[in-house]
């Protein structure tokens, strides 16, 4: 099974930028609409943006105008780039397809903080 692979959060001051990138593979772009979800402490996942095998996105009302889903097939790599952090964003992030059926990643921490 694909392995999915998180990376890109770090520590970033509210009103700062991140890109956050997730290792797949072409042929799973080609099947599955994919999605990153965030994790809240004792909280469900839940997703944040989708982009679907013709590149149709999609966005959570939270983070629409701020945050962009693209994907480069040819690196087999999706990517979420998320402008104007705020610290309502602070969660793990991570990657998957919609609904989810591959085995999730470790994801990747975002903390927004002054």
């Known amino acids: 099974q694909v392995q999915l692979v998180e990376s890109g959060g770090g520590l970033v001051q509210p009103g700062g930028s991140l890109r956050l990138s997730c290792e797949a593979s072409k042929s799973i772009f080609e099947r599955y609409t994919m999605a990153w979800y965030r994790q809240f402490p004792g909280k469900a996942r839940g997703w944040v943006a989708k982009i679907n095998p013709a590149e149709s996105t999609d966005y959570t009302d939270s983070v629409k105008g701020r945050f962009t889903i693209s994907r480069n097939d040819a690196e087999g790599t999706m990517y979420l780039q998320m402008n104007n952090l705020q610290p309502a964003d602070t969660a793990v992030y991570y990657c998957?397809?919609?609904?989810?059926?591959?085995?999730w990643g470790q994801g990747t921490q975002v903390t927004v903080s002054s």
């Open positions: 998957n397809t919609v609904p989810s059926e591959l085995n």
